[in-house]
């Protein structure tokens, strides 16, 4: 029942929202005579300053926590994505990540012990769109129907991230606020993509980053993506016993996951399976499950090297596979970060090294 209630809440709110902009918008038509071609407009706005307030909550958690003593590390709007650099340069990406319109990501102040500042970089966003909605609101509403429009696209986004619901801006400050676990397990998410981003790889991090954080009253997504972290490693020092033991632990939960976690857990899944138990009957239900065929078509290194694994392990196909891995490698620049682009880089290595071995061997002849 709680899970249902969850699902139905955020429906619930766009469309309460969605009747208020659709009886406003027929108001402001009614009542100030406008023409069809201004009525387009008016509905073209909407989605136009979505956009917009996208851009402007990103900017918020990047000024806040510059505030809060942050670093900025980087900025992604939809798949476009600029990325400081230690040296002060800025380097421009594509990375998409699916259920995500934008992000700004940034270096945490040193971690002290109950004075972890991350509630204003959290909130950054949601602040950014509603003051300048106020401010667009108190100049020139309700003289014009854009202003308006903007102000409550503002609104409407800015709740849609407080409220604590799923993955979001307000469900992370809630399970930080829980306690002092999570208030540290959020500082390592925003520390660790912080040393990747300059290089380092999984084996490279501090051995502390990895001692699991035991859950308190509730078991989180930071918790999860420790476990991720965990599996990361693994998977870079080419431990698959406890690679696969480790993902086998996070698959009781799945149904418990937020979705952008369940695809990873999948694709990491499926790539475990292919190597270590080829026979499981979960691989054809991973392969031909829609959304991880639409998640596998992105342009990652990780998702090229996911679909050499099953097209060689399971489809037989070493040419094929080997073809995939070329075209992974050379997608070190779809990478989130250097730290990444290098651990997938030598998995690829590794699993090339793998099949070519494996079919030079006289039984492959």
């Not at 009614?30 to 956009?51: D, G, Q, R, W």
């Not at 080419?238 to 993902?247: D, G, R, S």
């Amino acid at each position: 029942m709680k899970k249902k209630i969850k699902k139905i809440f955020p429906m619930m709110v766009m469309t309460i929202f969605g009747l208020i902009g659709g009886y406003w918008a027929g108001y402001i038509i009614a009542s100030k005579n406008v023409n069809v071609l201004e009525t387009v407009f008016l509905f073209m706005s909407f989605p136009m300053f979505y956009i917009i307030h996208i851009v402007i909550h990103e900017a918020g958690h990047g000024l806040l926590g510059k505030i809060s003593g942050y670093k900025m590390v980087s900025y992604r709007i939809f798949s476009f994505m600029w990325v400081w650099r230690e040296d002060g340069t800025i380097h421009v990406r594509r990375y998409k990540v699916p259920g995500t319109l934008g992000q700004c990501l940034m270096a945490p102040p040193t971690y002290e012990a109950g004075k972890f500042p991350f509630r204003l970089y959290l909130l950054g966003g949601v602040i950014a769109n509603i003051v300048t909605s106020l401010i667009v609101g108190a100049f020139f509403v309700p003289q014009s129907f854009l202003a308006t429009s903007f102000a409550i696209v503002g609104i409407l986004t800015a709740l849609t991230n407080s409220i604590p619901i799923g993955f979001n801006d307000g469900m992370s400050l809630k399970i930080a606020s829980s306690n002092e676990k999570q208030q540290y397990l959020l500082y390592l998410q925003f520390e660790i993509n912080n040393q990747m981003n300059e290089g380092k790889t999984y084996a490279e991090l501090p051995e502390q980053y990895f001692q699991l954080v035991s859950a308190t009253s509730a078991h989180t997504y930071f918790n999860d993506w420790q476990q991720f972290l965990i599996i990361a490693r693994l998977a870079e020092k080419h431990n698959w016993p406890l690679y696969q033991e480790q993902l086998e632990i996070l698959w009781q939960r799945k149904k418990e996951m937020i979705s952008i976690y369940l695809l990873e857990l999948k694709k990491e899944m499926l790539f475990g399976l292919c190597l270590t138990a080829a026979t499981d009957e979960r691989i054809p239900q991973i392969w031909t499950d829609k959304k991880i065929q639409a998640a596998l078509k992105q342009p990652l290194m990780g998702n090229k090297r996911v679909k050499a694994a099953y097209v060689y392990c399971i489809e037989k196909d070493a040419q094929a596979a080997l073809e995939l891995i070329t075209a992974g490698k050379n997608l070190t620049h779809r990478a989130p970060n250097l730290g990444d682009a290098k651990t997938e880089g030598q998995l690829l290595v590794w699993l090339e090294t793998k099949i070519l071995n494996e079919e030079s061997t006289p039984h492959n002849q």
